[in-house]
């Protein structure tokens, strides 16, 4: 395992190709917006950066550790030699499901071709791939260098040998790799998303305004960033994405989207990503106001 590939260079796509390049591996980062590959390497260089001041790097691994990323805008170039192929491209099924038709008829039959899918059926992915079991979600959290966990998840036919690779590799990474099996959401998002989604029904009812919520969700809950702002965090469209999934796979109205959400994302306001969600970016991350303004 050295050739790594990243197919989506967003805000996990970024977060995933510098973990696995100052590890030394060879990574090829993906995606069909020429604009995020050039988003992303900035924020590359800018977290390591950030990595160098605190000491975590030398600047010689910082350089050394950018060197190992290449920027591809094709497809079969990116994906053709890699013994690792990671999907971190929009939460959308229909579009992971053509990425996958895609990827699979160009990889070598035991490439692994794992998703970082905050929800879809790994096994539907799977069973369109030409070698379901090389299929496996391997879920990194946000963000991607700071986080230790790395939730994997089995489709039905996936083999043990796959998974056993990703938690040694995981490992490799520094992290931790926690197993689980196949169902909306997988454990993370299915207990994560209702709290997010409470939290704007809250808003939504006038229980509280945002900062007041995600106060006591920190002061509280001992939680290191209140809900409201963690899906900031996420992408206002990710956390959209995720509940349409749990709503769809559990036919469950506990999961229907909140509208303010809805809203919001309609808006085009997405949170982080987008400079405005809950809270407006314009003053950096770490100076957040209040933004969400019900009128
Ligand atoms: N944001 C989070 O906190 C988080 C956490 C864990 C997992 N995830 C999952 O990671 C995945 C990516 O999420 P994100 O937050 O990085 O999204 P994002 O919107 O920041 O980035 C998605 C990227 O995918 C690219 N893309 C779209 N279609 C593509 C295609 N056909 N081929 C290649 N690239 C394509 C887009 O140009 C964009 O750069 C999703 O499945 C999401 O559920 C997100």
Redesign the pocket.
């Known amino acids: 395992m050295k050739k790594i590939t990243i197919?989506?260079?967003?805000?996990?796509?970024?977060?995933i190709a510098h973990v696995f390049a100052i590890h030394g591996f060879n990574v090829k980062l993906?995606?069909?917006?020429e604009g995020?590959l050039d988003?992303?390497i900035k924020t590359i260089e800018k977290n390591m950066s950030r990595q160098v001041e605190k000491g975590i790097l030398t600047t010689t691994e910082a350089e050394s550790s950018l060197g190992n990323i290449e920027l591809v805008n094709e497809?079969n170039l990116a994906v053709k030699s890699a013994d690792l192929v990671i999907?971190?491209?929009?939460?959308?099924e229909d579009?992971?499901i053509?990425?996958f038709k895609e990827i699979s008829t160009l990889v070598s039959s035991d490439t692994i071709l794992a998703?970082?899918?905050?929800?879809?059926s790994i096994g539907k992915i799977a069973a369109i791939s030409k070698h379901p079991e090389n299929v496996i979600g391997m879920?990194?959290?946000?963000p991607v260098p700071v986080m230790k966990l790395v939730e994997i998840i089995s489709g039905y036919k996936t083999s043990i040998k796959t998974k056993e690779t990703v938690e040694n590799l995981s490992k490799k990474l520094g992290k931790i790799p926690v197993s689980c099996n196949d169902y909306p959401g997988f454990v993370a998002n299915r207990i994560l998303m209702p709290m997010i989604n409470e939290s704007i029904q809250c808003l939504q009812n006038g229980v509280a305004g945002v900062a007041e919520i995600d106060s006591i969700m920190k002061l509280g809950m001992s939680h290191p960033m209140g809900p409201l702002q963690l899906a900031d965090?996420?992408?206002l469209?990710?956390c959209l994405?995720?509940l349409n999934v749990l709503h769809k796979g559990f036919g469950d109205s506990k999961y229907s989207p909140n509208p303010v959400l809805v809203n919001l994302v309609t808006a085009g306001d997405t949170g982080v990503?987008s400079g405005k969600g809950f809270y407006d970016y314009s003053n950096g991350l770490k100076n957040p106001t209040v933004s969400y303004n019900n009128h």
């Open positions: 197919i989506g260079a967003g805000t996990m796509g970024n977060g993906f995606d069909i917006h995020s988003r992303a497809m999907e971190a491209a929009t939460e959308n579009l992971k053509e990425i998703t970082n899918t905050s929800s879809i879920h990194f959290m946000n965090f996420i992408g469209d990710v994405s995720i990503k």
